[in-house]
């Protein structure tokens, strides 16, 4: 009796709580498979995807949140353009090309360059290993030592976790896992500031946005 009264009061709770808007930029070097993975995660949550006229703009419902996820060029020549959606930002999904050791200096400097930005310090990031279907790929542990990650996280006061993920269709099972788990762990970090964050991108939004809510509401890096 007293599992069932628990199990009414939770799902009471859970009607109960207010559904969070939450703004994550997914961001990268050109070619590290943004916009697969943001596919991959559509495929998978076909039913909690919500329609948008936004170009370059996904919207999802995931558990309380409605999710924009905003995919930015990796192109040289519009990284520049990242930081103008910089306020808008909840937390960051940062996707990396575990085989192409050869611009993993570029990607360490590019990565420490977007955690240092004011608008950015602070908030988590969620790192995507991908393509770790290819023999060539650093592991996880690897690519922690090789971008400093550890390093730039404290420096910077941003919680930070690595997942290996893979949009390539022979892994689709084991890899959608890897990648929801990120997305899960993303959200339940920014849910535990969600109010210290939603000042800041009210704040820092060059057009602020409607109140993110009806009601009110360690280690710096994890490696799978």
Same mark, same amino acid.
């Given at each position: 009796?007293?599992?069932?009264?628990?199990?009414?009061?939770?799902?009471?709770?859970?009607?109960?709580?207010?559904?969070?808007?939450?703004?994550?930029?997914?961001?990268?070097?050109?070619?590290?498979?943004?916009?697969?993975?943001?596919?991959?995660?559509?495929?998978?949550?076909?039913?909690?995807? !919500?329609?948008?006229?936004?170009?370059?703009?996904?919207?999802?419902?995931?558990?309380?949140?409605?999710?924009?996820?905003?995919?930015?060029?990796?192109?040289?020549?519009?990284?520049?353009?990242? +930081?103008?959606?910089?306020?808008?930002?909840?937390?960051?999904?940062?996707?990396?090309?575990? %085989?192409?050791?050869?611009?993993?200096?570029?990607?360490?400097?590019?990565?420490? +360059?977007?955690?240092?930005?004011?608008?950015?310090?602070?908030?988590?990031?969620?790192?995507?290993?991908?393509?770790?279907?290819?023999?060539?790929?650093?592991?996880?542990?690897?690519?922690?030592?090789?971008?400093?990650?550890?390093? !730039?996280?404290?420096?910077?006061?941003?919680?930070?976790?690595?997942?290996? %993920?893979?949009?390539?269709?022979?892994?689709?099972?084991?890899?959608?896992?890897?990648?929801?788990?990120?997305?899960?762990?993303?959200?339940?970090?920014?849910?535990?500031?969600?109010?210290? !964050?939603?000042? +800041?991108?009210?704040?820092?939004?060059?057009?602020?946005?409607?109140?993110?809510?009806?009601?009110?509401?360690?280690?710096?890096?994890?490696?799978?």
């Amino acid at each position: 009796m007293f599992q069932l009264l628990s199990h009414c009061w939770s799902r009471l709770q859970a009607r109960q709580e207010p559904i969070r808007k939450v703004t994550l930029l997914v961001v990268g070097l050109d070619n590290t498979g943004k916009t697969s993975l943001i596919t991959e995660i559509q495929r998978v949550l076909s039913c909690e995807v !919500l329609p948008t006229t936004k170009p370059h703009q996904t919207e999802l419902r995931v558990d309380r949140f409605e999710v924009s996820l905003v995919d930015l060029s990796g192109g040289q020549r519009m990284r520049g353009t990242w +930081r103008s959606h910089y306020g808008d930002a909840h937390g960051i999904i940062f996707v990396l090309d575990s %085989s192409d050791v050869l611009r993993m200096e570029e990607a360490k400097r590019i990565l420490g +360059r977007l955690l240092a930005h004011p608008r950015i310090s602070g908030k988590p990031l969620l790192l995507l290993a991908n393509k770790q279907d290819r023999p060539d790929a650093l592991l996880p542990s690897e690519l922690i030592e090789c971008l400093c990650l550890e390093k !730039l996280a404290n420096e910077n006061k941003s919680l930070c976790r690595i997942e290996p %993920s893979s949009a390539a269709k022979s892994l689709h099972k084991s890899q959608s896992r890897t990648i929801l788990q990120g997305l899960h762990w993303l959200l339940r970090t920014i849910a535990i500031n969600y109010s210290v !964050l939603s000042a +800041r991108v009210q704040q820092d939004s060059p057009d602020p946005p409607a109140p993110r809510e009806q009601q009110a509401p360690s280690k710096a890096v994890q490696a799978r």
